[in-house]
RNA sequence: GUCCCUAUCGUCUAGUGGCCUAGGACAUCGGGUUCUCAUCCCGGCAACAUGGGUUCGACUCCCAUUGGGGAUGCCA
């Protein structure tokens, strides 16, 4: 039995899009899960589309994903070269050899002009019959240094049928099937052919790639058989969807929100949860399991849990699998990873951060979202008296009035600032007068935050402010309510 | 236009002829715990696109319709 080898193909564009990323996962997840080999693969034949630093875009991607791959440019392997442009000889030659055989043939007709692919169907082939030019003529032809590219010759006849390993059968009749373009005029192959040639010569034999590339698939097995290779087996994937403002549904793509990885990795989204979402988006581990480490993912996969119909991006779900991943962490990770996107370094609140971070790590959701709720530790909101108004904690400002007055003396006194002690006025206050803990720490929580909803109580609330702050702004509270 | 794929709650999905008065998760709504919020716990709402077959029996099989998506590039 030969070793399973599943490749990734991304072209260089700067950014790596989540579709894509769940390709390299699944590619990766079948050859981890077989004991096999992943290879990383650099397509990038169209020059026009060249983006300086796009390749380490993907290494780092793949890196920070955790998709290690055996072979690539930057890890080497039997295979090599693994980018394309390097490997541009080597297409250039099979094609002629195609042609020998018959199954490609020289085109010297001017390019296509852009047209309009509903009114004039089967554009992309020859448009003249370069096919039926005598050897001779093309021997002149190309003499006379004409420009010329190389199409497929595709029968007009007949039907061509393969197996998906998750869409199982598919026919389509040839005619349907244009003499696609495999070497372009600047003498680079087009992604059609370049693939076959080497996926078969870096012994893919898993081709995972989206469900986009179903159609085309008949021209590629033909392309394999005209040079008597053996076909790889498919594996294609139901595409990503995403969803505009009209509620129309396509390919995900950038009008839909944020696509790429690194986007979602600055918008607060852990590199785990992405993945771990991600996964589950056209597969599914056939139970109720939804949280999985990258590990966990290689033990369940199974190419029969792969789906057929497209999935929609929900940023909703993975909000919450993030928030998940979050509330999993050990307080020090949270405290590590949360304090760049906190703005909290470098300020007076740094040597409070422990404090924070422990009230910031079961209600954040994303990263990004912690400034605002922090801020008015930094500087006291400005606030009206009508919060210290609540109805279940019986407290209003007449009250909170009487709070504050008889506390804060209290508060000042304690020596060792801790919650707890700074609970135990409150609680003796609400003893002494009978009433609801509730009422008086609503009261203090009020003056200390200039805010109804916060992020701790105001036990937590005092400790991070430190003493001397809180009792500037307990008494400026008091201020107000005279 | 033509070809291909697809179709279970709003979303992601389980379900491979009887286990389904269809299960889970997100979202949403309500309740409880809590000094607010959040966490946590409990509960509610919510789906087999339609029409024909096949079968003792269809969410599950077949066909058609409709909806959705993709392909149709010297992009990948």
């Given at each position: 039995m030969a070793c399973v080898r599943t490749?990734?193909?991304?072209?260089?564009?700067?950014?790596?899009?989540?579709?894509?990323?769940?390709?390299?996962?699944?590619?990766?997840?079948?050859?981890r899960s077989q004991n096999g080999r992943f290879v990383l693969r650099i397509e990038d034949t169209d020059r026009a589309r060249y983006v300086d630093n796009a390749v380490e875009v993907i290494y780092a991607t793949l890196q920070r994903a955790g998709l290690d791959h055996d072979e690539g440019p930057d890890v080497g392997g039997d295979f090599g070269p693994y980018v394309q442009s390097e490997r541009k000889t080597l297409y250039g030659k099979y094609a002629k050899e195609l042609?020998?055989?018959?199954?490609?043939?020289?085109?010297?007709?001017?390019?296509?002009?852009?047209?309009?692919?509903?009114?004039?169907?089967?554009?992309?082939?020859?448009?003249?019959n370069c096919g039926e030019l005598s050897a001779a003529e093309v021997e002149a032809k190309l003499a006379s240094g004409a420009s010329w590219v190389i199409r497929q010759r595709v029968p007009r006849d007949g039907a061509t049928t393969f197996t998906d390993s998750v869409?199982?059968?598919?026919?389509?009749?040839?005619?349907?099937?244009?003499?696609?373009?495999?070497?372009?005029?600047?003498?680079m192959p087009t992604y059609n052919f370049a693939n076959v040639i080497d996926d078969h010569l870096m012994e893919i034999t898993h081709v995972v790639r989206g469900s986009e590339y179903l159609s085309s698939t008949p021209k590629y097995n033909m392309l394999y058989r005209a040079f008597g290779w053996e076909i790889p087996?498919?594996?294609?994937?139901?595409?990503?969807?995403?969803?505009?403002?009209?509620?129309?549904?396509?390919?995900?793509?950038?009008?839909?929100?944020?696509?790429s990885f690194e986007n979602l990795v600055s918008e607060g989204y852990l590199p785990e949860a992405i993945i771990n979402y991600v996964a589950l988006l056209g597969w599914s581990p056939k139970s109720d399991r939804e949280l999985f480490t990258l590990k966990e993912l290689a033990e369940a996969f199974q190419v029969t849990g792969l789906n057929k119909s497209s999935a929609v991006f929900d940023y909703d779900k993975l909000r919450w699998?993030?928030?998940?991943?979050?509330?999993?962490?050990?307080?020090?990770?949270?405290?590590?990873?949360?304090?760049?996107f906190s703005g909290v370094a470098g300020t007076p609140?740094?040597?409070?951060?422990?404090?924070?971070?422990?009230?910031?790590?079961?209600?954040?959701?994303?990263?990004?979202?912690?400034?605002?709720?922090?801020?008015?530790?930094?500087?006291?909101?400005?606030?009206?008296?009508?919060?210290?108004?609540?109805?279940?904690?019986?407290?209003?400002?007449?009250?909170?009035?009487?709070?504050?007055?008889?506390?804060?003396?209290?508060?000042?006194?304690?020596?060792?600032?801790?919650?707890?002690?700074?609970?135990?006025?409150?609680?003796?206050?609400?003893?002494?007068?009978?009433?609801?803990l509730g009422q008086p720490m609503w009261a203090i929580r009020i003056a200390l935050a200039g805010l109804t909803v916060t992020p701790g109580g105001a036990g937590d609330i005092a400790a991070?402010?430190?003493k001397e702050e809180s009792l500037k702004r307990l008494n400026i509270a008091l201020q107000k309510l005279n």
């Open positions: 490749r990734f193909a991304p072209s260089p564009t700067g950014f790596m899009h989540v579709g894509n990323l769940r390709t390299a996962l699944y590619a990766w997840l079948l050859a042609v020998a055989k018959g199954g490609a043939y020289y085109c010297f007709c001017e390019k296509h002009e852009e047209t309009d692919a509903e009114e004039t169907p089967h554009a992309g082939g020859c448009p003249g869409y199982g059968e598919i026919t389509i009749e040839n005619k349907v099937l244009d003499d696609q373009i495999l070497l372009k005029s600047d003498g087996q498919y594996v294609h994937l139901p595409l990503i969807m995403g969803r505009d403002a009209e509620g129309n549904v396509s390919k995900l793509s950038k009008r839909h929100g944020s696509v699998m993030n928030s998940e991943y979050i509330k999993a962490m050990p307080p020090e990770k949270f405290s590590e990873i949360a304090l760049p609140l740094e040597v409070a951060w422990g404090k924070i971070g422990a009230l910031l790590q079961p209600r954040t959701e994303l990263l990004t979202e912690i400034p605002e709720k922090i801020a008015f530790l930094c500087a006291l909101p400005d606030y009206g008296i009508e919060l210290f108004d609540n109805k279940k904690s019986k407290c209003n400002a007449e009250v909170a009035k009487e709070v504050l007055t008889e506390t804060i003396p209290q508060i000042a006194e304690i020596q060792d600032f801790t919650i707890e002690n700074i609970n135990a006025v409150a609680a003796t206050y609400a003893e002494k007068h009978a009433v609801k991070i402010l430190g």
